[in-house]
Each structure stands twice: as structure tokens, then as C-alpha cells.
């Protein structure tokens, strides 16, 4: 079963870098510079350091103001596999 999860905040923290909130109570920081280095035409706008960190939150996903947006459910998936989340304390 596949959990729903929303991101509930960004915040931009490095040129490639946002720590995220999420519906789960987990947050925690990632690093983005691997697909901004595998570019797109969606993502290369996004190599702008001032672009990217024009990150926002929109319907539970982070997005840019060029239209691009990221799976909030694999976002969080591949952020637990890497050891980058965190919950609050109780």
C-alpha cells in the first residue's frame, strides 16, 4: 500500500538545496544537483540558483513558477532511502 504523503514546506537552504516538510511528520534536507545535472527542458531554468530557490508548495508538491514539479510520494521515498529524513520529537 502506498502511503499518501503531501509536502507541507520548502524551504530553499544551498544553490541545489531544499529542506522539506512533509504531511508525515518527517522533514529533512536534499539535495537536487544530480537532476539539475541531467537537465530537461523543464529542469534547465532551474540551474538558475535564484530560480530554483523560487521553490513553493503547491497541492502537496513542491514546485517552480516554470511549471515543473516533483512526485511528493517519490520524493520522500527517495529521501528515507538515503538517510535525509528526520521526525520531531514527540
Do not use: C, Y
Given at each position: 500500500?502506498?502511503?499518501?504523503?503531501?509536502?507541507?514546506?520548502?524551504?530553499?537552504?544551498?544553490?541545489?538545496?531544499?529542506?522539506?516538510?512533509?504531511?508525515d511528520?518527517?522533514?529533512?534536507?536534499?539535495?537536487?544537483?544530480?537532476?539539475?545535472?541531467?537537465?530537461?527542458?523543464?529542469?534547465?531554468?532551474?540551474r538558475?540558483?535564484a530560480?530554483f530557490?523560487?521553490?513553493?508548495v503547491?497541492?502537496?508538491?513542491v514546485s517552480?513558477p516554470?511549471?515543473?514539479?516533483?512526485?511528493?510520494?517519490?520524493?520522500?521515498?527517495?529521501?528515507?532511502?538515503?538517510?535525509?529524513?528526520?521526525?520531531?520529537?514527540?
Amino acid at each position: 500500500m502506498i502511503e499518501l504523503v503531501k509536502i507541507l514546506s520548502v524551504l530553499p537552504s544551498g544553490p541545489s538545496r531544499l529542506r522539506l516538510r512533509f504531511s508525515d511528520g518527517t522533514s529533512g534536507e536534499h539535495d537536487f544537483a544530480p537532476m539539475l545535472a541531467e537537465g530537461g527542458e523543464m529542469v534547465e531554468p532551474l540551474r538558475d540558483p535564484a530560480m530554483f530557490a523560487r521553490a513553493f508548495v503547491q497541492m502537496g508538491t513542491v514546485s517552480w513558477p516554470n511549471g515543473f514539479d516533483l512526485d511528493s510520494i517519490a520524493l520522500r521515498r527517495e529521501m528515507g532511502a538515503a538517510g535525509e529524513l528526520d521526525r520531531p520529537a514527540a
